[in-house]
């Protein structure tokens, strides 16, 4: 797993360090919580880019359904 990889082996420890701190351990999990959100949404958009690639046509009734959304889209 991708996930799995870039994690460092001694995080446990130090996860068990930053508990013991209190408020800081907050700001680290929250942090870590965001590289996390931040590389699945990297990842998303390069599997949509893919698929847009390898099926364009697809891609293109998807850009012309979403324009018709916008364009029908009441403010």
Known sequence: MPEQEDRDPSAGASRASRDAEG????????AERRRRRAR?????????????????RRAKAARLRHAMRMRTFRW
């Open 23 to 30: 408020a800081g351990g907050e700001v680290d999990w929250e």
């Open 40 to 56: 699945f949404l990297r990842e998303l958009a390069e599997a949509r880019a893919l698929r847009d690639r390898v099926q364009p």
